[in-house]
Each structure stands twice: as C-alpha cells, then as structure tokens.
DNA sequence: GCCGGTCCGATGACGCGTCAACCAGTTCAC
DNA sequence: GTGAACTGGTTGACGCGTCATCGGACCGGC
C-alpha cells in the first residue's frame, strides 16, 4: 500500500456497486410502476399502510416519522401534500397541544387498496422470484446485522 | 387465498424492508459524511469518478450517463451545477456538433483525491466489514442475477 | 440536395427531501 | 409557581431528479 489507503478489491467494488445499483434499479421500476398504475408514490404508500395498520388509520406525525425513520420536517412536508391530494387528514391532538394527527381519507383506503396488490406483486416479479430461500435468509441476516451495527456506530 | 392476492410472507417482507431500509441507511450516512467532509456530495463523487477513469478526464455527456444510467436530462443538470462548482468545465465537442464534453478540473480532482480515501473508508467501516466473503459473493450473485432479469423485463 | 426521423443536450416547471430557524406547548428543577 | 430546557410540528430556502418540450445537428432514403 504506497498510498496507505486501503482501496477495494475487485470483489468488494463488485458486490457494493452491484447493491447500489440493484436498489436503485428496483425502486426506480417500482415507484415509476406504482406511479403510473396506481397514482400513488412510493412515499405516499408506505404512509398509507402505517396508517391501514392501525385501528381509525390514524397516527401521530411523530409516530409516523419514527416507524418510517422520517425526519419530522418530511413528514410534515409529506403530509401537507398527501392533504392536498385528499389520502389524508390532519387533526389536532387533544391531549397534547402541539401533537398533530394524521388520518386516511376513504379515498386514501380506495388509493392503497388499489396499489397494494400492484406493488406485492412487483416485488414478486422483480425481486423476490429471482432469489433462493436460502439467498432471501441470507439477505434478510446482512440487513440486519449491518443495521445493528450502523445503531451502535457513534458516527456523525 | 380469498382476495386472489399473493401477499407476502412474514419472511419475505422481512428481507425486502430490511433490503431497503439498509440501502437507505447506508447512502443516507455516506452521502452525510461525504458532504460535511469532504465537500463532494454523493452524486458528485460518482461523476468524477467516471471523469478520472478515463485519458484526459474528459467525457461525452452522453457516456457519463450511460456509464451511471442516468437520465441525459439529469446529466446535464447535474454537469451544469458542477461547473458552477468548479468540479468541471464544459467543453464542445467538434466531431457530433451537438455533443458535450464534461471535462474534470485541478479542484475537481482535488476534491476527489479527497474524497475517495473517505469513501472507501466507510464503505469498508459501514458496510463490508460486518460481510463474511460468502455473504458478499451471493450479494453480487444476487444483484447481477437481478439485474440481468430486470433487463430482459419489457417492463415499461 | 432535400426531408423525415432520430439523436444530443438544454431548459423550465414541478414534486421531493434537507437544513436551519422558528413557535407554541410541555416538563422538570428548584 | 416560574423559568429553562426540551419536544412536536411548521415554515422557507435550497439542491436535486423527473418529465415534457424544445432546438439544433446528424443520417437515411429518395
């Protein structure tokens, strides 16, 4: 090592690009797919089914924000446009003053209930048709681990 | 199944969710600490990269977004606010009198010289480091496997 | 040579995410 | 209780990526 850099081999730049670009092949199909299909953005259907998961479909933006690993400025963005599509809506929180709710609206079950299936069925046949069980244990055990180590890391 | 939807299994949603929330994590902390480090945001170090890569530092637009799979729209956007800062300089290109050259400059390969050893760093500390070889064989197995379905998919 | 089709890149409008600053409501120490 | 610190959410500015559209250059057949 002349330069004292530690650069990576051709296996570790194939496997880290190959990643990254998977992932961004994959999203790029399926948001242009659901976008298209469903009238729905990624973004707004992963808000959708946190708020189908609950009972009322209705949720704290903070509670939001943390099931999604959102900032609360995005979400708050993301909400005050998914209100003016007419997915959601916003409610004042009685017991905390500052709190704020957000709600589906029936057009916001009718606009997941449409996309869900298309989307399952995309990462079907985009993704997870192509993998091994063994392949999807071993993908599953990497996100993981290198998540729990990204937590730990005091980094920034 | 009563709704005729192949939902997905418990497993099946762990690995894709864990899939792209690491994704997310990993670019989402690179791409931090490449800007308030090294002043070279993600997209940025991406380009230069190709820039370096190549006799001169100079190439076609059209072959840096071939290169990334960019949209050309997106490459010239993107070129545009380089040369703003100073990373590159725009050149024509006398055989195609409607081509471009992007062309790296001192600062841009200073900036990179920079940024790379960093990037290596976290790419390695971040992510490789926590994969045992096997892990990241089937990983690049994986994403070219994919990636070659993804291709033959007339999808769109 | 000319004309339709194609290709390269530029441009403007728009939606999105981040950052920093901010405000009002809450909590906690004392 | 009062003030300081904290918290939940908002706002505005900004950079980025996409889409649709455009203009100019190239290429093919005729």
Known sequence: MTDGVNWLTAEEQHAWRGFVRLHERLMGRLSHLLQTESH???????????????PEGRQRYQDLARALEWEKSRMSHHITRMIKRGLVVREDCPEDG???????TEAG????????????????????DHLTAAELRTLAEISARVM?????????
């Open 40 to 54: 729905v953005a990624a973004a707004d259907y992963a808000v959708l089914v946190n708020l189908t998961d609950v």
């Open 148 to 156: 729990e180590r990204l937590d730990d890391a005091p980094e920034r």
């Open 98 to 104: 500052r709190g704020a709710f957000a709600v589906i």
């Open 109 to 128: 079950r009718e606009a997941i209930a449409a996309a869900a299936p298309l989307h399952v069925q995309a990462v079907r046949s985009l993704f997870l």
